[in-house]
């Protein structure tokens, strides 16, 4: 690191396969032998096996160096110099066990994927010593609304100052370029045409969980996917139907309601052999508005509104947080329905939704 002053936060994104597990290492290594007395280094990840990935290959530099393996105490996750008191320790990201560190230098691996909470939890830790430098590296999450390394980019971005470092390689801003382009390829990867050739895009290209996946790994570029589905595309397009439900129709009205931090929903279904349902209603939070409250008011005219247009046989719907309303509903003669969640009930249910929907026995209107 040779910003001076040295930061506080430094953050590093970069295509995988270009080296950065290696120069984290040596990173580690020369801040343990030449900080001075009481250097603390730490390498975390969102599990043991990921934190392990830069602290063994540091081992592997000690142990193949006898200079080096003369100055230090080697263990299986833990490194320490007697003559300075300096230790370098692999260890997981979990808050409990990163509570009350002291280090001069700590290295986040996958940041993108590391709970908020835990990197809370580091850069608490520091203002311990006049210098220490919490680094994050990694590549963009599936989910852009989560994140640390998101935000890291965004503050950088927005603040310019210089308790922050943040340093790119990406092709964002050319996801509608093919995922082998070379001109995104070099953007991303620094190493391309040293040690990485294009024979390796290919193989990650075809091997890719998705195509989504790929580009976020290897191009570094912000996109947004279900990685795991529910049901495919294909499943899910082959139930799709024109025409919405007509007036005075038996229906079913379902009722999934939050109140702050969820959206909340109203799905309709037709009483039928194959029924046909459609979204009668949707209320979700805006991004970043943490004063946002579900309109109740709403949500209840629009189950008012609905018994106006069709025969409600049923509104189902979970009681957490929602029984008062459920109960003045009722009370004006719409018929509530208790469906409280439990693991055996969720799982029944969603067992038979799946088969219902890969075997065609429902429709739907798209919206």
């Known amino acids: 690191m040779d910003a001076s002053p040295r930061p506080r936060?430094?953050?590093?994104?970069i295509g995988r396969g270009n080296g950065k597990s290696t120069l984290m290492?040596?990173?580690?290594?020369?801040?343990?032998?030449?900080y001075g007395q009481g250097a603390s280094i730490v390498v975390c990840a969102r599990n043991q096996k990921q934190a392990s990935i830069i602290f063994d290959t540091a081992r592997a530099f000690v142990q193949f160096s006898p200079e080096l393996a003369a100055r230090v105490q080697v263990a299986k996750e833990r490194m320490f110099i007697p003559a300075t008191f300096s230790s370098f320790d692999c260890l997981p990201?979990?808050?409990?066990?990163?509570e009350g560190l002291d280090f001069s230098l700590c290295i986040v691996d996958e940041i993108g994927v590391t709970p908020k909470e835990t990197v809370d939890v580091l850069m608490l830790a520091q203002g311990k010593r006049p210098t220490s430098t919490l680094v994050g590296i990694g590549t963009p999450p599936a989910d852009l609304t989560e994140g640390v390394l998101n935000d890291w980019r965004n503050l950088a971005r927005d603040t310019g100052d210089q308790f922050i470092t943040w340093r790119e390689y990406s092709a964002d801003g050319f996801q509608d370029h093919s995922p082998l382009c070379e001109h995104c390829i070099k953007l991303a990867n620094p190493a391309y045409g040293d040690f990485l050739a294009m024979d390796s895009f290919v193989t990650a290209a075809k091997l890719a969980t998705s195509e989504a996946a790929y580009r976020r790994a290897k191009l570094c570029q912000f996109i947004e996917s279900n990685e795991h589905p529910f049901l495919t595309t294909d499943t899910w397009n082959g139930l799709e139907q024109a025409g919405g439900i007509p007036d005075g129709a038996d229906v079913v009205i379902?009722?999934?309601?939050?109140?702050?931090?969820?959206?909340?929903?109203?799905?309709?279904g037709t009483i039928a052999d194959k029924p046909h349902f459609d979204t009668l209603g949707v209320w979700e939070k805006p991004k970043g508005d943490d004063e946002w409250r579900v309109p109740v008011a709403e949500v209840e005219q629009a189950i008012r509104d609905a018994a106006k247009r069709y025969r409600v046989r049923e509104v189902p719907y979970d009681p957490y947080l929602w029984t008062g309303q459920a109960q003045g509903l009722a009370a004006e003669g719409l018929p509530m329905v208790e469906f409280r969640q439990s693991p055996q009930r969720q799982t029944a249910a969603t067992n038979g939704l799946f088969s219902d929907a890969v075997n065609g026995r429902f429709t739907a209107l798209h919206r």
């Open 9 to 13: 936060l430094a953050g590093w994104m």
């Open 93 to 98: 990201a979990e808050p409990q066990s990163l």
């Open 25 to 34: 290492a040596m990173w580690a290594l020369y801040e343990l032998f030449t």
């Open 254 to 268: 379902a009722l999934d309601g939050s109140l702050s931090e969820d959206s909340t929903a109203l799905v309709i």
